[in-house]
């Protein structure tokens, strides 16, 4: 029962901060018994893939046990901390991208472009803050680097998090970061100004935030 409701978020079916089915959902859905389900869930939010809000209903908080570990231990780190980590490993995942990238990566990024744009100009901040973290994701992703890529999806949810304190309750048009020169140093294969794109975005964040202590 655990691996199939693992399996059900790492999948993406049930994605980071959905509600999953309620308890007599899923016994109707899988067939089992009340306490198989309820064991079953509380297991998965021991291990920090879930969240049991009282009141509210159990929601998907990491897509896996490390990213579970991940979002526990750096939910209140300094945000200029969590800034920086995120630079370093952006910076790097961008100027290996620009070395390995593939035509079907290339097609990818593309799209994920185009959905950042339509969500900034729906001015959804929820949706712009899931967009813009895929098409980060793509960067990294397009690098071929295992690891690299690894760590950085099991960071996601610190990193939104870190996201939507800095974008705040609305998007606004000085906040507005063209990523179309990072994704043209990646197609054309120059991973100095892949990482140097991405280096510039990541000086803007934390533009809300009062200065990190010395």
């Known amino acids: 029962m655990i691996a199939t409701l693992r399996q059900q978020i790492t999948s993406g079916q049930w994605p980071v901060g959905s509600r999953i089915p309620t308890e007599p959902e899923l016994v109707e859905q899988l067939g089992v018994a009340r306490n198989t389900v309820r064991e079953a869930v509380r297991a998965l939010a021991h291990n920090g893939l879930l969240d049991i809000r009282q009141g509210s209903g159990t929601y998907v908080v990491a897509t896996s046990e490390l990213a579970g570990v ?3 231990r750096f939910q209140g780190a300094d945000l200029h901390h969590v800034a920086e980590l995120r630079s370093a490993l952006e910076t790097a995942g961008a100027r290996l991208a620009a070395r390995r990238r593939t035509e079907a990566d290339l097609r990818q990024l593309d799209g994920l472009l185009e959905r950042r744009e339509a969500a900034w100009e729906s001015g959804d901040v929820d949706r712009f803050i899931d967009a ?3 098409l980060h994701m793509g960067v990294v ?7 690299l890529t690894a760590v ?4 996601g949810e610190v990193l939104r998090a870190f996201l939507r304190k800095d ?3 609305e998007l606004r048009p000085e906040g507005y970061m063209d990523h179309a020169r990072l994704l043209t140093a990646v197609r054309e294969g120059d991973p100095e100004a892949a990482s140097r794109e991405a280096a510039s975005h990541t000086v803007e964040w934390g533009h809300g935030l009062e200065p990190a202590g010395n």
């Open 167 to 169: 974008v705040g309750d």
């Open 70 to 72: 991940m979002h526990r």
């Open 132 to 134: 813009d973290g895929s």
């Open 152 to 155: 950085y999806a099991d960071l």
């Open 141 to 147: 992703s397009a690098s071929h680097n295992e690891v």
